[in-house]
């Protein structure tokens, strides 16, 4: 059985820091590239990060030069950094694994193939 299952969330306070950690398992997922969305209460859910399978990155905008996403192949992980945190970066945070592709050092998505079933992320004082 394929699974994603998301760790690290929690209650923390604005300008605190998460570590959100994603495990794959059932398969490999080395060759996928891997993500990191989001779901606020009444929104439709977004990219947050995500991250090839060579390690080409891409962030929303809103985290940019906050968040940072990175990837152990060996483990089959993924990781998600969340620094100076604040209350609208509070959401459901789900790791996703799927098909990109790199040009130009850009990275575009296709899609995600696998989801986790998320992990609560609450920024408030």
């Known amino acids: 059985q394929v699974q994603l299952v998301e760790s690290g969330g929690g209650l923390v306070q604005p300008g605190g820091s998460l570590r959100l950690s994603c495990l794959g398992s059932?398969?490999?997922?080395?060759?996928?590239?891997m993500g990191w969305y989001r779901q606020a209460p009444g929104k439709e859910r977004e990219l947050v990060a995500a991250?090839?399978?060579?390690?080409?990155?891409k962030y929303a905008d809103s985290v940019k030069g906050r968040f940072t996403i990175s990837r152990d192949n060996a483990k089959n992980s993924v990781y998600l950094q969340m620094n100076s945190l604040k209350p609208e970066d509070t959401a459901v945070y789900y790791c996703?694994?799927?098909?990109?592709?790199?040009?130009?050092?850009?990275?575009?998505?296709?899609?995600?193939?696998?989801w986790g079933k998320g992990t609560l992320v609450t920024v408030s004082s």
């Open positions: 991250v090839s399978s060579g390690g080409t990155a």
């Open positions: 996703g694994a799927g098909r990109a592709t790199v040009v130009g050092g850009t990275l575009y998505l296709y899609g995600m193939d696998y």
């Open positions: 059932g398969r490999m997922f080395s060759s996928d590239a």
